[in-house]
C-alpha cells in the first residue's frame, strides 16, 4: 500500500525567504508520480507541480520547485521568495499507477499549514 | 483557465436524509472522481468514473453512495442516507486522460446534523 507522510504540521516563512515542505513516500510500485496541491483558507485544491517517477530532473513550475530525492524517497516542496498569498494548507500526494494508465487514484500526506509572515 | 465547478458550496442535512451533490467537470475530460476531506483529516479517494462506469472505488465508496453523469455535463455524488460521519468536504475532480493534472473543483462542505 502507497503511504505519504508529512512531519510538518505547520510551518512559518516570513515575506520573501524560501521554505522547504518535506514529504516522504512509501511504494513498491517502480512507476509512480507525486504532486503537491495548495489549499487555501477558501477550500479549493490547485494544482502546483508534478514530478515522475522516472523523471530525470527535478520539476520546477515558477517560484515552485520538486527536491527530488529517489533513493531517500523524498519529493520535498520548496517556495522561493514567499508570498504572503502563499498562506495555506499543502498537501503532497501520490499517484497509483496500478490502478491504469489514467486513473488518478491519488493518496494524500496530511498536510502542512505554511503560514507567511510580513 | 477552465474550471471544475461544485454546487452547492455548502450543504447541511438531517441525519438519513438523501443528498446529491453536483459537479460539472471540465468539458473535454474524460474521467471524474469524487475525493473528499474530513476535517483536520487527510483527503480520501472515493471513486472514479470513466466511460459511464466506475472504475474504481474505495471502500469508503459503500452501497450508501452512487454516482452519475446523467446528461453528459453533469456528475452527481448521491448518498443515499446520510450518517453523522459523512460530514466533509467533498471534491470532485476531473482529467483528460493525457498529462499529469487533476483539476479539482472548490469542494462542497457537507453537515450532517
Known amino acids: 500500500a502507497q503511504k505519504i507522510t508529512q512531519t510538518q504540521p505547520g510551518m512559518f516563512v516570513q515575506e520573501k525567504e524560501a521554505v522547504t515542505l518535506d514529504c516522504t513516500y512509501d511504494t513498491s510500485d517502480p512507476s509512480y508520480g507525486l504532486f503537491w496541491y495548495k489549499q487555501p483558507s477558501s477550500g479549493e485544491m490547485i494544482f502546483l507541480i508534478y514530478?515522475?517517477?522516472?523523471?530525470?530532473q527535478n520539476a520546477t513550475e515558477g517560484r515552485y520547485s520538486l527536491n527530488f530525492q529517489k533513493a531517500r524517497k523524498s519529493a520535498n516542496l520548496v517556495i522561493s521568495a514567499s508570498q504572503l498569498g502563499d498562506s495555506a494548507m499543502y498537501f503532497c500526494?501520490?499517484?497509483?499507477?496500478?490502478?491504469?494508465?489514467?486513473?488518478?487514484?491519488?493518496?494524500f500526506g496530511k498536510g502542512t499549514l505554511l503560514t507567511v509572515n510580513p | 483557465e477552465p474550471e471544475v465547478t461544485q454546487t452547492p458550496s455548502h450543504q447541511v442535512t438531517q441525519m438519513g436524509q438523501e443528498v446529491i451533490l453536483r459537479c460539472v467537470p471540465i468539458s473535454n475530460h474524460l474521467y471524474f472522481y469524487w475525493y473528499r476531506q474530513i476535517l483536520g483529516q487527510k483527503v480520501e479517494f472515493l471513486v472514479s468514473?470513466?466511460?459511464?462506469?466506475?472504475?474504481?472505488k474505495s471502500e469508503i465508496f459503500d452501497d450508501q453512495f452512487s454516482v452519475e453523469r446523467p446528461d453528459g455535463s453533469n456528475f452527481t455524488l448521491k448518498i443515499r442516507s446520510t450518517k453523522l460521519e459523512d460530514s466533509a468536504m467533498y471534491f470532485c475532480a476531473s482529467h483528460t486522460g493525457r498529462g499529469e493534472k487533476l483539476f479539482f473543483g472548490s469542494g462542497t462542505q457537507l453537515s450532517v446534523l
Open positions: 514530478q515522475g517517477s522516472y523523471d530525470q
Open positions: 500526494a501520490m499517484r497509483d499507477f496500478n490502478s491504469g494508465g489514467s486513473n488518478y487514484k491519488l493518496t
Open positions: 468514473f470513466y466511460n459511464n462506469e466506475i472504475s474504481e
